[in-house]
C-alpha cells in the first residue's frame, strides 16, 4: 500500500474534478475523521447515567430473548451485557448492536437527546481527538467547491453533535438513525446501518450517478465506500481492513504531517 502525502492528495482529486464535474468527497467518522468511537461515548456515558427509559427496556429484554442472553436485571446491567454479548458476534450480531445502540435513547425527546450528545462531546473532548490531517484535506475540498459528506455507522444523535465541530451542514451527514414518534426516539430504525455496503447506498441516495472522487475510511465498514471511490484513502488502518487490502486495488495511506 502506497503512502501519499496531503499534495498528493490533492493532486488527484483535482484531476478527477476536471474529468467529471460535480461529485464528491466522502468521509468516515470514527477512526478516521477524529480518533475514537463516539458510538461507544455516547453508549458508555447513557450507561453511567443509567436513563434506559421503557421503550429502550423493553426492546432491549427482546434483543437478549432472541439472542439467549440473559434478560434479567436492571436496564443498565441488561445494555452492558447486551454489548458485552457483541465482543462475541456469534452472540449478538454486530449490525444489531449497532441498532441498539442507535435507538438506546427510545422513549427521551429530541432535544434531550442533541442536549446529551452535546455533552457526551464536550466531556469526551472530541474536539482534542479530530485528526487534523484528514480535517485539512475536508476543509480544502470544500475551499475547492467540492461536496463533502461525512458517512457513519454510528448514532445519528452523536455523530449529527460530532458534525458541528467540523461545521457539517445537517444533509451532508448520513449516520444510523432510529425512528421518531412525533418528538420522541423509538426503539426501532429509520433505515439500514451506513455499514459497508449500507455505506454506499446512503452515499449513492446524496449523489446519484455522480462521481464520487475520494472516499476516506480506516476500518472494514468502510470497504464498499473506498471500492467505489476513484480515490481510496486510508489513515491509521485498522488490522481488520489491512486484511481485506486485495479488495481495493489502489488504496493509499495517508501520510501525517511532522508538524
Same mark, same amino acid.
Not at 180 to 200: C, H, N, R, T
Not at 217 to 224: E, K, L, M, S, W
Given at each position: @500500500?502506497?503512502?501519499?502525502?496531503? =499534495?498528493?492528495?490533492?493532486?488527484?482529486? #483535482?484531476?478527477?474534478?476536471?474529468?467529471?464535474?460535480?461529485?464528491?468527497?466522502?468521509?468516515?467518522?470514527?477512526?478516521?475523521? +477524529?480518533?475514537?468511537?463516539?458510538?461507544?461515548?455516547?453508549?458508555?456515558?447513557?450507561?453511567?447515567?443509567?436513563? &434506559?427509559?421503557?421503550?429502550?427496556?423493553?426492546?432491549?429484554?427482546?434483543?437478549? =430473548? =432472541? &439472542? /439467549?442472553?440473559?434478560?434479567? /436485571?436492571?436496564?443498565?446491567?441488561?445494555?452492558?451485557?447486551? &454489548?458485552?454479548?457483541?465482543?462475541?458476534?456469534?452472540?449478538?450480531? #454486530?449490525?444489531?448492536?449497532?441498532? *441498539? @445502540?442507535? +435507538?438506546?435513547?427510545?422513549? +427521551?425527546?429530541?432535544? =434531550?437527546?442533541?442536549?446529551?450528545?452535546?455533552? %457526551? %462531546?464536550?466531556?469526551?473532548?472530541?474536539?482534542?481527538? $479530530?485528526?487534523?490531517?484528514?480535517?485539512?484535506? *475536508?476543509? +480544502?475540498?470544500?475551499?475547492?467547491?467540492?461536496?463533502?459528506?461525512?458517512?457513519?455507522?454510528?448514532?445519528?444523535?452523536?455523530?449529527?453533535?460530532?458534525?458541528?465541530? $467540523?461545521?457539517?451542514?445537517?444533509?451532508?451527514? #448520513?449516520?444510523?438513525?432510529?425512528?421518531?414518534?412525533?418528538?420522541? @426516539?423509538?426503539?426501532? @430504525?429509520?433505515?439500514?446501518?451506513?455499514?459497508?455496503?449500507?455505506?454506499?447506498?446512503?452515499? #449513492?441516495?446524496?449523489?446519484?450517478?455522480?462521481?464520487?472522487?475520494?472516499? &476516506?475510511?480506516?476500518?472494514?465498514?468502510?470497504?464498499? *465506500?473506498?471500492?467505489?471511490?476513484?480515490?481510496?484513502?486510508?489513515?491509521?488502518?485498522?488490522?481488520?481492513?489491512?486484511?481485506?487490502?486485495?479488495?481495493?486495488? /489502489?488504496?493509499?495511506?495517508?501520510?501525517?504531517?511532522?508538524?
Amino acid at each position: @500500500m502506497k503512502k501519499v502525502s496531503s =499534495e498528493e492528495i490533492f493532486a488527484r482529486i #483535482e484531476q478527477e474534478t476536471l474529468k467529471n464535474p460535480g461529485g464528491a468527497v466522502a468521509f468516515d467518522g470514527d477512526g478516521t475523521l +477524529w480518533e475514537g468511537d463516539v458510538a461507544e461515548d455516547f453508549f458508555f456515558t447513557l450507561l453511567q447515567h443509567n436513563d &434506559f427509559r421503557a421503550p429502550a427496556v423493553e426492546a432491549m429484554r427482546k434483543d437478549a =430473548e =432472541e &439472542f /439467549g442472553i440473559d434478560a434479567h /436485571g436492571d436496564a443498565a446491567t441488561l445494555a452492558r451485557r447486551l &454489548f458485552d454479548a457483541y465482543q462475541n458476534a456469534e452472540v449478538y450480531p #454486530e449490525l444489531r448492536c449497532c441498532e *441498539m @445502540m442507535t +435507538w438506546c435513547c427510545a422513549g +427521551w425527546r429530541r432535544d =434531550e437527546i442533541h442536549a446529551f450528545a452535546q455533552q %457526551v %462531546v464536550r466531556e469526551r473532548n472530541l474536539v482534542s481527538r $479530530l485528526h487534523h490531517d484528514v480535517v485539512a484535506i *475536508m476543509n +480544502w475540498a470544500r475551499q475547492k467547491g467540492i461536496e463533502v459528506l461525512l458517512v457513519s455507522a454510528s448514532p445519528r444523535s452523536i455523530v449529527d453533535a460530532a458534525a458541528e465541530l $467540523l461545521d457539517f451542514p445537517r444533509g451532508q451527514v #448520513e449516520a444510523a438513525t432510529a425512528c421518531f414518534e412525533g418528538d420522541i @426516539m423509538a426503539a426501532s @430504525m429509520a433505515g439500514p446501518v451506513p455499514y459497508d455496503p449500507g455505506k454506499m447506498i446512503a452515499i #449513492e441516495a446524496r449523489i446519484g450517478k455522480r462521481v464520487l472522487y475520494a472516499g &476516506f475510511g480506516d476500518n472494514i465498514y468502510d470497504v464498499a *465506500m473506498l471500492k467505489a471511490a476513484r480515490l481510496a484513502v486510508t489513515y491509521k488502518p485498522k488490522a481488520r481492513l489491512l486484511k481485506r487490502l486485495d479488495e481495493i486495488p /489502489g488504496l493509499v495511506e495517508l501520510v501525517p504531517s511532522k508538524a
